[in-house]
């Protein structure tokens, strides 16, 4: 599988950030990634690779990134315009974030309205969407004690970077855990953060010193083949060195809950991250109630777990993610659409879906630049009656360029035209 999404980005901002050379194993070659590669880069990082997944990157202190000559083009990644929005906010020079059209769509007062409230200088649409306006306030940010309405590790990690600018402190309360790669990844270059229950807090008080990395892969790219292999008999399946962080584990949880035969083997820590190797055999699922604390555990992974609704005996209800309205594309909408295209009772709530398990058909669908409803629907081919067509598949780039292949390697008709 490959490297992990959130932990590939965060390795670039701190290791260009550190003092020192850092080594990074396991990064993730996809567009989403390389955008914040070549973020960093424009704002005069040395950076070599990445060649393997493997990079070099000449870190410049915490103080040392230049300004760039262009706008930052971040594409698609969401990821990569919410942390650096805070990371720039306190930098001494400007910068404007611009990306696609998904990402353009995105909100982003959930980072610029607590930013202003440190002081942070930085314009949006009216509508609070990108591009972005960033005025450095070097030296003039100012700590703040913010209570997350979301449960975001986005917002959470914005503006602990920026909290690394202000004065005085800055912390974090998250109303319920959010994925903590951003304080894992702090900690292991030796930079000062405190986490008590759900609040983390920073200070301006610390250096980064370079560490090497070794990222583990993506278990939310491992979902779809979870999800694969739980659903077409016969399936047997090792996914190596899978990232276990339990901020990420939801989707292991809910499709234990639903039946499914998923063992975790061979436990250990790698750089400060749990890992694991994930044995998953094919298993009739049911549906269930999806338990809301699992919600934010898991909140990459259901356009593929609807997949697997679908293909379960009896109801699947989701209730709590209406965040997954505003991900790459409106995922509770484009799903259901989709599903039904596709033969299946899939009703849209405002924060879920519910779904009746049955047959799939065939149909033509659209994943709306969504890299995950691709690979979702791409799943899904394997249960279907008839051939599924996926139009727009393109940004499967933005995080699993390797999909196509490895899904045709273990046995799924997969046939790709370029639109
Ligand atoms: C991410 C956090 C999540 C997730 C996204 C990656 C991260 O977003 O959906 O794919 O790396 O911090 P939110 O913080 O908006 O939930």
Known sequence: MPGDKSMSHRSIMLGSLAEGVTHVKGFLEAEDALATLQAFRDMGVEI???????????????????????????????????????????????????GDKSLSGRPMKR???????????????????????????????????????????????CLLLAGMYAQG????????????????????????????????????????????????????????????????????LLLRHVGINPTRTGVIDILRLMG???????????????????????SPLKG???????????????????????????????????????????????MADGLQILGVDAQSTEDGMIIQGGSIGGGEVISHGDHRIAMSFSIAGLRANAPITIHDCENVNTSFPEFRDLARRLGLDLVCREE
Not at 59 to 84: F, I, Q
Not at 140 to 150: E, F, R, V, W
Not at 260 to 281: Q, S
């Open 48 to 98: 070599e690779g990445p060649v393997n997944g493997e990079l070099t990157i000449h870190g410049v202190g915490k103080h040392g990134l230049k300004a760039p000559k262009n706008d930052l083009y971040l594409g698609n990644s969401g990821t990569s315009m919410r942390l650096l929005s805070g990371l720039l906010a306190g930098q001494a020079f400007n910068s404007v974030l611009t």
């Open 111 to 157: 980072v610029t309205e607590p930013l202003a409230a440190m002081g942070a200088d930085i314009k949006t649409t009216e509508k609070g969407t990108a591009p972005l306006h960033i005025t450095g306030r070097a030296g003039q940010l100012t700590g703040i004690d913010y209570a997350m309405p979301i449960a975001s590790a986005q917002v959470k990690s």
């Open 169 to 236: 402190v800055t912390s974090v309360t998250e109303p319920a855990p959010t994925r903590d790669h951003t304080e894992r990844m702090l900690t292991g270059f030796n930079y000062p953060v405190k986490q008590e229950g759900n609040k983390v807090s920073i200070t301006a008080e610390g250096r980064l010193t370079a560490a090497d990395i070794d990222v583990p892969s993506d278990i939310s790219s491992a979902a779809f083949f979870l999800v694969g292999a739980s659903i077409a008999p016969g399936s047997d």
């Open 260 to 282: 499914a035969n998923i063992e975790v083997l061979n436990e250990r820590t790698v750089g400060g991250e749990p890992v694991a190797d994930l044995h998953v055999v094919y």
């Open 288 to 334: 269930i109630d999806i338990p809301e604390h699992l919600v934010p555990l898991a909140i990459d992974e259901f356009p593929v777990l609807f997949v697997a609704a679908a293909c379960a005996e009896g109801q699947t209800r989701l209730t709590g993610a209406e965040e997954l309205r505003v991900k790459e594309s409106d995922r509770i909408q484009v």
